[in-house]
């Protein structure tokens, strides 16, 4: 019999890469890890990883391990809801990893709501940038992921994932107040080619957005200024450091006397949101609150009109 635990450990080598990182996203030790994979390859009698100075890659048998991991762990993630649901009903903790602004938008929301419609969960959010909460509910660090599209996510059809949509919102042209566009009506990215750029960090989803719009208006953005943190972002465009896109609700309660907010002409630039959790634990008694609260919190509080200043 192949134990479920193994094949978890494969499937975080797997997505990780290396052994050392798979480790620390199961809170093993690396010689844990290669513990587990070598007794998958003595009840399989085969080598399931290969490694060299690049890392660890999957041999065949250990692709066709993978491939039914998969729909092994979902069954068990189904199994134990359906005994959590039988033995204890909707009482405990789940765990929430989301980006800043869809904590404001939805997570919050949704805690308060669970206060009241079922006060026997009690919410922990996790602070993890758009492209962190995916792995971190793949590795068991977290139960429910706030996501956002992005460059190297697992894929919509991905079988380890159920998936939720939430809300899609555009990202507004922020200016300098001096800007020769600081008065338009809309502002064509095409017409910011020559200005310098401030904006997130290369890996953060929202930096990926931007260059894939600027990329769309014919040019590749010149980034002057970095950070995943928007609000500096504004402060350095009122500074007249630069222009930016900021996603719609990362502009709300921040201060823009110093900029002008304008919406941006043609095709927008958009962040998807979404819920993920693990396939098979979309229904446990615990986490189908929490994602209905998200869902009605995303209802509830739409993007709404662009914010201007």
């Not at 450091?241 to 958009?270: F, K, N, Y």
Request: glycine letters at 8%; one cysteine or more; proline letters at 7%.
């Amino acid at each position: 019999m192949i134990d479920a635990r193994r094949l978890r450990t494969l499937q975080a080598v797997a997505d990780h890469r290396t052994v050392t990182a798979a480790a620390a996203a199961l809170h093993l030790t690396p010689s844990a890890v290669s513990q587990q994979i070598a007794a998958l390859e003595q009840e399989t009698g085969h080598k399931v990883l290969a490694r060299d100075h690049r890392g660890a890659r999957l041999t065949p048998v250990g692709a066709i391990l993978l491939r039914h991991a998969g729909a092994v762990l979902a069954e068990l993630e189904r199994a134990e809801a359906e005994v959590a649901a039988y033995t204890s009903g909707a009482a405990g903790e789940v765990t929430v990893a989301a980006f800043a602004t869809g904590i404001g938008v939805v997570v919050a929301p949704a805690i308060t709501t669970l206060r009241a419609a079922a006060p026997g969960i009690v919410v922990r959010v996790r602070d993890a940038e758009g492209d962190e909460s995916l792995p971190m509910v793949l590795d068991g660090r977290a139960d429910i992921a706030v996501a956002v599209e992005y460059r190297g996510a697992p894929s919509a059809g991905d079988r380890r994932l159920v998936r939720v949509p939430l809300y899609a919102e555009p990202f507004d042209a922020v200016l300098p107040r001096d800007h020769r566009l600081a008065h338009a009506p809309a502002v064509p990215v095409a017409a910011l080619a020559e200005d310098p750029w401030i904006g997130p960090y290369p890996g953060n989803p929202c930096h990926d957005v931007m260059v894939l719009a600027c990329e769309y208006a014919g040019f590749r953005p010149e980034l002057a200024h970095s950070s995943d943190d928007f609000r500096a972002v504004v402060t350095l465009a009122g500074a007249g450091a630069g222009v930016a896109l900021v996603p719609r609700s990362a502009l709300r309660d921040t201060d823009l006397t110093q900029v002008a907010v304008r919406p941006v002409d043609g095709v927008a630039a958009t962040r998807r949101v979404f819920a993920a959790v693990r396939h098979g634990a979309e229904d446990h008694p615990l986490f189908r609150p929490v994602l209905d609260a998200l869902s009605a919190a995303a209802t509830a509080v739409p993007p709404g009109d662009p914010v201007t200043a």
